[in-house]
């Protein structure tokens, strides 16, 4: 491969696997290209979107339905990772998802509204509507496994379609 066309090879992959291929194919058959996409952006300098693979990569994880606990470790692992790389932004979306798992496992409950409300926080200031419409659909989904049909209302109500800001992710379908 030549030098030039390696450092595209990170992007197209993000975008064919996180736009195109989940309408095709197995959302699991995604997770080997993605971690080859964040290895292949690391080895070509491409570090911001090689992590961008590991972010799709873990959104994938977390909808194919993978056990929490397995899911939670890698994500733990994970976020050193990004620190050390300076990809604050892919390390707060997944953070987001940690949080998201933390809470449906039970486990420090608190600690999860505080990551995912410091996010939206972020969000606003920041005007980063993309990651607002993340974090209120993880929120959603939240509400909706226990049961906290209120919540899920007036989250809906005060967030509106958050749909529409992601579209083509399988996210945004699911």
Same mark, same amino acid.
């Given at each position: 491969?030549?030098?030039?066309?390696?450092?595209?090879?990170?992007?197209?992959?993000?975008?064919?696997?996180?736009?195109c291929?989940?309408?095709?194919?197995?959302?699991?058959?995604?997770?080997?290209p993605?971690?080859?996409?964040?290895?292949?952006?690391?080895?070509?300098?491409?570090?911001?979107?090689?992590?961008?693979?590991?972010?799709?990569?873990?959104?994938?994880?977390?909808f194919?339905?993978?056990?929490?606990?397995?899911? %939670?470790?890698?994500? $733990? *692992?994970?976020?050193? !990772?990004?620190?050390?790389?300076?990809?604050?932004? /892919?390390?707060?979306?997944?953070?987001?998802?940690?949080?998201?798992?933390?809470?449906?496992?039970?486990?420090?409950?608190?600690?999860?509204?505080?990551?995912?409300?410091?996010?939206?926080?972020?969000?606003?200031?920041?005007?980063?509507?993309?990651?607002?419409?993340?974090?209120?659909?993880?929120?959603?989904?939240?509400?909706?496994?226990? %049961?906290e049909?209120? $919540? *899920?209302?007036?989250? !809906?109500?005060?967030?509106?379609?958050?749909?529409? /800001?992601?579209?083509?992710?399988?996210?945004?379908?699911?």
């Amino acid at each position: 491969e030549k030098a030039d066309t390696r450092s595209s090879v990170a992007h197209t992959v993000f975008t064919t696997q996180c736009y195109c291929y989940h309408w095709t194919s197995p959302l699991q058959d995604s997770l080997a290209p993605l971690l080859k996409g964040y290895q292949i952006g690391l080895e070509s300098g491409e570090t911001d979107r090689g992590c961008w693979c590991l972010n799709g990569r873990s959104y994938h994880l977390y909808f194919i339905g993978r056990p929490l606990d397995s899911i %939670q470790k890698e994500f $733990e *692992a994970t976020i050193p !990772v990004l620190t050390q790389l300076k990809q604050d932004d /892919t390390k707060l979306k997944i953070a987001v998802i940690l949080a998201t798992v933390k809470k449906l496992r039970g486990i420090d409950a608190g600690a999860a509204d505080e990551i995912l409300d410091s996010a939206l926080t972020t969000a606003a200031s920041g005007g980063i509507v993309a990651l607002s419409a993340t974090v209120n659909a993880f929120k959603l989904e939240i509400f909706v496994f226990f %049961q906290e049909w209120r $919540e *899920a209302l007036d989250l !809906v109500q005060k967030a509106g379609n958050v749909r529409l /800001t992601l579209v083509c992710l399988y996210s945004s379908v699911r």
